[in-house]
């Protein structure tokens, strides 16, 4: 039994593998014989941030099972960490150490965040949990749009009135000028950098649920109860599922602000209505569904672009057609005829292979 539940396991991983490499094949082709218009190119790269984000997220709400609504902050967390380095230290190195280093540094900070913030917040559930978090995304949010930060000889200079108040030498610098945020960013973010995270991410992830430690994060999830009764550790698994999302959505981040030349805090990619949409990926995609994430977060990053040409009815044809997908996805009906379905393919299946026999 355990043998089998590794090689299927194992087969998953490898088919989500095999399916973001074929979407990369596919997209570099088209790229390279012109077939791309400049809209989807201009959407490679957030649908990888946006993949990575929603992988992640999967994993505190599908393997964990608790409601988070805070995710866009550590994604604000990695961007914000990753473009001040730019801006500073990072300045001076290679575009590739700059970004490799600001990757590292955003993970390492967003993760830090995450296990600050998992002591009081993995105590609640349910609904509290989702509104405490909820509440940590709009702080980080509105802390940093009114922060200005700046260095010159004497270091760094740090204020939450305004720029002048920094009092910075006529040769300094103002990395962050508050609703302002920070701009000249190196747009050094590239979409086979972006497969690569995106599959890195889904190698920890997709290891981490195989894991005795993802096991104990389902048992958890399933029945808190019994797990605690034979010794597993509660707090302990949920804060590394916590932590591990974290980390990935600061990754997200930093790949984010490597992608635009101007980085906000104000943005409405880090605030109440992103975190609503990285859930609408996990539950679209299908809760505790990894490869599901990927595929919701790819279809939803461009349809919206795709509709443009509706003008004013192209968000009402974008709700439309996400509760048509939501349906299909959730409604017993919609399950019952995918079961049926895969059952008879399951069949015609094992059919040819008697005949090949």
Same mark, same amino acid.
């Given at each position: 039994m355990?043998?089998? #539940?590794?090689?299927?396991?194992?087969? #998953? *991983?490898?088919?989500? #593998?095999?399916?973001?490499? *074929?979407?990369?094949?596919?997209?570099?082709?088209?790229?390279?014989?012109g077939f791309m218009s400049s809209l989807m190119k201009g959407l490679l790269v957030p649908i990888c941030y946006y993949s990575m984000l929603a992988v992640s997220l999967n994993l505190v709400v599908g393997i964990s099972g608790e409601l988070s609504l805070g995710h866009a902050g550590f994604m604000c967390i990695g961007a914000f960490a990753g473009a001040i380095f730019a801006q500073t230290a990072g300045a001076a190195l290679p575009g590739w150490a700059e970004l490799f280093i600001a990757i590292i540094l955003g993970a390492v900070i967003a993760g830090i965040f995450g296990f600050l913030i998992g002591i009081p917040v993995l105590r609640l559930r349910g609904d509290y949990l989702a509104i405490v978090t909820l509440a940590f995304g709009e702080i980080i949010k509105n802390v940093i749009n009114v922060v200005y930060l700046g260095i010159d000889s004497k270091g760094v200079h740090f204020s939450m009135k305004d720029s002048l108040s920094?009092?910075?030498?006529?040769?300094?610098?103002?990395?962050?000028?508050? *609703?302002?945020g920070i701009s000249r960013l190196p747009r050094n973010a590239t979409f086979t950098l972006g497969i690569v995270l995106l599959i890195i991410a889904l190698f920890i992830v997709l290891n981490l649920i195989n894991s005795r430690h993802g096991r104990a994060i389902m048992a958890i999830r399933d029945n808190r109860i019994a797990a605690e009764s034979i010794g597993i550790s509660a707090s302990k698994y949920k804060m590394l599922a916590f932590v591990v999302a974290s980390a990935i959505a600061g990754v997200a981040g930093v790949l984010y602000s490597h992608n635009l030349s101007t980085l906000q805090s104000s943005s409405s990619n880090f605030g109440y209505n992103q975190s609503i949409m990285m859930l609408v990926f996990v539950v679209l995609g299908g809760i505790g569904n990894i490869r599901g994430s990927i595929i919701a977060a790819t279809i939803l990053t461009i349809l919206p672009e795709k509709l443009r040409f509706l003008d004013d009815y192209r968000m009402l044809i974008y709700a439309v057609v996400l509760i048509v997908m939501m349906l299909f996805n959730s409604a017993p009906a919609a399950i019952d005829f995918r079961a049926r379905m895969a059952a008879k393919f399951a069949r015609h299946r094992n059919a040819g292979e008697v005949e090949d026999e």
């Amino acid at each position: 039994m355990k043998l089998k #539940y590794k090689k299927k396991s194992l087969r #998953y *991983a490898l088919i989500t #593998y095999a399916m973001v490499l *074929a979407f990369y094949m596919v997209c570099e082709v088209m790229l390279r014989s012109g077939f791309m218009s400049s809209l989807m190119k201009g959407l490679l790269v957030p649908i990888c941030y946006y993949s990575m984000l929603a992988v992640s997220l999967n994993l505190v709400v599908g393997i964990s099972g608790e409601l988070s609504l805070g995710h866009a902050g550590f994604m604000c967390i990695g961007a914000f960490a990753g473009a001040i380095f730019a801006q500073t230290a990072g300045a001076a190195l290679p575009g590739w150490a700059e970004l490799f280093i600001a990757i590292i540094l955003g993970a390492v900070i967003a993760g830090i965040f995450g296990f600050l913030i998992g002591i009081p917040v993995l105590r609640l559930r349910g609904d509290y949990l989702a509104i405490v978090t909820l509440a940590f995304g709009e702080i980080i949010k509105n802390v940093i749009n009114v922060v200005y930060l700046g260095i010159d000889s004497k270091g760094v200079h740090f204020s939450m009135k305004d720029s002048l108040s920094l009092g910075l030498e006529p040769d300094g610098v103002t990395i962050i000028k508050g *609703a302002q945020g920070i701009s000249r960013l190196p747009r050094n973010a590239t979409f086979t950098l972006g497969i690569v995270l995106l599959i890195i991410a889904l190698f920890i992830v997709l290891n981490l649920i195989n894991s005795r430690h993802g096991r104990a994060i389902m048992a958890i999830r399933d029945n808190r109860i019994a797990a605690e009764s034979i010794g597993i550790s509660a707090s302990k698994y949920k804060m590394l599922a916590f932590v591990v999302a974290s980390a990935i959505a600061g990754v997200a981040g930093v790949l984010y602000s490597h992608n635009l030349s101007t980085l906000q805090s104000s943005s409405s990619n880090f605030g109440y209505n992103q975190s609503i949409m990285m859930l609408v990926f996990v539950v679209l995609g299908g809760i505790g569904n990894i490869r599901g994430s990927i595929i919701a977060a790819t279809i939803l990053t461009i349809l919206p672009e795709k509709l443009r040409f509706l003008d004013d009815y192209r968000m009402l044809i974008y709700a439309v057609v996400l509760i048509v997908m939501m349906l299909f996805n959730s409604a017993p009906a919609a399950i019952d005829f995918r079961a049926r379905m895969a059952a008879k393919f399951a069949r015609h299946r094992n059919a040819g292979e008697v005949e090949d026999e």
